[in-house]
């Protein structure tokens, strides 16, 4: 996923400062040392002042990177947040593939202190002088392919405001960086181009099925203008899937939410049983826990994100889904695309999301 052109703006910014920290930032790299990043997927580990951690600019930076995930039954977070005491920092700790420090200049703690150790002189001025600056962004600074982001401020509540502020923007950082490492370890395993090319061929778009999923259905209609495949992964524990289905577009009230849930029930009612011998039981979308929409820009394109949860009709089963609707000017179609993950087992769904997410994302 791209970041929106403001965000940009905010990075540029942010990597302006990079001159102003200490010389033991320094890369491992550059003394060809750098050792392979650590920890799971979704895992950010968090350094502040512990007195902070506690109070009011805690909860705000709990309130960008613990968020609920929408879409889960058991009110899973965004990512899993773990706070360490700066004073506990070690190689060990600097090699996760996640890392956020934040500063705030009002405290002169220990911890505080070891915090300002990463900061020039020069650099502390320029952040008691301006409110605009605020982070600073890394990458494999002491590890491969590891994110390290630094937060800022003289005051509490300038760094509250920003955080508030910014908080979908930072959240992407470390997203995109999660969806970016599951492509390519997704897809180091052997890819199934030659399904890729059956669907490209007979349905006019792109997508990259990775090893392990099964076609289910994959039809088309006599006139070619509407279309539906499902592939699907499945074991013991954990059920994957995802499926695509486009018709013509029409205007843009086929971005509205309401719309959106009617085409997924009609899809599913007619496609995804709960019981491929009883047509009566089929999947719907769960209105207990109403689905959560917001729009995107995914490879250049207009996209609506849709998060929810799903069940059988007959409530035997259920579990969490993630959808993309996004139009083929071209080709006049709009496009429906779905991961959905049934795994009553697994307490967390999340990085089954995420892999169907990068499924979904890959679609051209």
Known sequence: MKYTIAFMKLCLLAFTAIFLFACSMERSAENGNLVPSRGDSGEILLFMDSTKWEGELGKAVREVFSARLAGTLREERIFTLRYINPLALNDVLKSHRNIVMVTSLESSSKETRKLK??????????IEQTDSLFMLLKYEQFAKDQILLFLFSKTDQGLIKQLKANKERLQEIFNSAEVRRLSQRLYKAKEQTNISKQITEKH????????????????????GKEGFLWHRLLD????????????PYENQNQFEKDSIIS?????????????PDNKESYVVTETLE????????????????????????NISMGGSFISYVFTDNKKGR??????????????????YIRELQVILTSIE
Do not use: H
Not at 263 to 275: F, P, V
């Open 290 to 313: 109403p689905p959560v929409s917001k729009p995107l820009m995914v490879k250049g394109r207009y996209t609506m994100e849709t998060r929810g949860l799903w069940k059988t009709n």
């Open 334 to 351: 709009i496009y429906y695309a779905e991961g959905f993950v049934y795994a009553p087992s697994k307490m967390t769904k999340r990085e």
């Open 236 to 247: 013991p524990e954990i059920d994957k899937s995802f499926f695509v289905a486009y018709k």
């Open 117 to 126: 150790s990463f900061y020039t002189e020069e650099s502390l001025k320029t």
């Open 204 to 223: 006019g778009f792109k997508v990259r099925i990775p090893f392990g999923y099964e076609q289910v259905v994959n039809e088309k209609s006599t006139d």
């Open 263 to 275: 085409w997924r029930n009609q899809i599913c009612k007619k496609y995804l049983y709960g019981d």
